[in-house]
């Protein structure tokens, strides 16, 4: 596609339940990033996928988050249980492997948990 | 481990005042730094990265390796610079960007 893809682009759930967040980055690109934007937080990194290597989880701040990317390409977030605390916009982005490390990001998914 | 601080959460300035972004980072190797720009209801997009030395809308930044510093930079604002930037710092090691709490820009006419 033209550009990195996020659904859905709204979710409200209600605490307890499990989400998952979608994410189709740009065609060719290597690398997948997922960051998360909380209102007046900054952006925090989640996790980050490079091709086949191991993904690097390091910003997951739970057990209860999980992500998957199956065939290089489409990656999945899972928030399970999801509390109030994990209402935010969640960011997928992606880049080229010669980039010159410049990422594009979706619009994001914004995950109200109620 | 790497850091990037912007300490003012909210600019605000006058059309055609001069405007200064504030961005510090800490970080142990060879940085490389960029500016990320988001508008209202737009998504998330470079506005520019030093090592291009580039003007983007008439912005620049110059990376001070003495200071630790790497600001944001444009003369005259206009009102449709307003919106949310991010400085952000490449770990090479980590491969990923380190992201600033942001900086909200509010131009009024």
Known sequence: ?114 | AQRVTQPEKLLSVFKGAPVELKCNYSYSGSPELFWYVQYSRQRLQLLLRHISRESIKGFTADLNKGETSFHLKKPFAQEEDSAMYYCALWSGAGNMLTFGGGTRLMVKP
């Open chain 1, 1 to 114: 596609g033209a550009g990195v893809s996020q659904s859905p682009s709204n979710k409200v759930t209600e605490k307890g339940k499990d989400v998952e967040l979608r994410c189709d980055p740009i065609s060719g690109h290597t690398a997948l990033y997922w960051y998360r934007q909380s209102l007046g937080q900054g952006l925090e990194f989640l996790i980050y996928f490079q091709g086949n290597s191991a993904p690097d989880k390091s910003g997951l701040p739970s057990d209860r988050f999980s992500a998957e990317r199956t065939g290089g390409s489409v990656s999945t977030l899972t928030i399970q249980r999801t509390q109030q605390e994990d209402s935010a916009v969640y960011l997928c982005a992606s880049s080229s492997p010669g980039g010159r490390n410049t990422i594009y990001f979706g619009e994001g998914s914004w995950l109200t948990v109620v």
